[in-house]
């Protein structure tokens, strides 16, 4: 299977600064790509839908201006999270999809603390 | 909305014993249910079921889907510590690429 790396593995930040996390495809290009966030003890919920060379699909709930996804290029996709807040804190993970979309491939996850 | 439940919510048994993990879901345009062990990081893969009545095994674990009840069941035989996890259950439709998630089965493997 692919191979996807994210950067950082974890974060720690001060209430009201922002936050970006990369998602790397090593070893294919991505054509599609998915941020989840997964809150302790609790499943991984989808956050966004994002598409190489186009915006972002968020899900019901998720505030697009506050969790920016940039996917630039079929390699690279990064969230950033604006204004953090302490509720904010949670293990966001990444995902990709190739073109068949049989499997996804997630990367090893970051973990935020917004103090 | 896509649905997906997960029953139980935590086992804990002795290693050696077997166990029986279960997953229902409720979705449109069903395209194939996944498998999914999460330990400390994020998930690692175990299984995609997209036909029924056709059991998919790797070493210790088996895993089948009914099309027809909707659900599915993943069995882990001889259980080891190293089995201890959360086994996550996903449902992925035609028409977009997104994975509905169950919450989780928490597994406890005591030595």
């Known amino acids: 299977g692919a191979v996807v790396s994210q950067h950082p593995s974890w974060v720690i930040c001060k209430s009201g600064t922002s936050v970006k996390i990369e998602c790397r495809s090593l070893?294919?290009?991505?054509?599609?790509m998915f941020w989840y966030r997964q809150f302790p003890k609790q499943s991984l919920m989808l956050m966004a839908t994002s598409n190489e060379g186009s915006k972002a699909t968020y899900e019901q709930g998720v505030e697009k201006d506050k969790f920016l996804i940039n996917h630039a290029s079929l390699t690279l996709s990064t969230l950033t999270v604006t204004s953090a807040h302490p509720e904010d804190s949670s293990f966001y993970i990444c995902?990709?999809?190739?073109?068949?979309?049989?499997?996804?491939?997630f990367g090893p996850g970051t973990r935020l603390t917004v103090l | 909305e896509d649905k997906v439940v997960q029953s139980p919510l935590s086992l804990v048994v002795h290693e050696g014993d077997t166990v029986t993990l279960n997953c229902s879901y409720e979705v449109t345009n069903f395209r194939s249910l996944l498998w999914y062990k999460q330990e400390k990081k994020a998930p690692t893969f175990l299984f995609m079921l997209t036909s029924s009545g056709i059991e998919k095994k790797s070493g210790r674990l088996s895993s089948i889907l009914d099309k027809k009840e909707l659900f599915s069941i993943l069995n882990i035989t001889a259980t080891q510590t190293g089995d201890s996890a959360v086994y996550l259950c996903a449902v992925a439709n035609f028409g977009n690429e997104k994975l509905t998630f169950g919450t989780g089965t928490r597994l406890t493997i005591i030595p």
């Open positions: 070893d294919f290009q991505a054509t599609t």
């Open positions: 995902s990709l999809s190739d073109t068949s979309y049989n499997e996804q491939f």
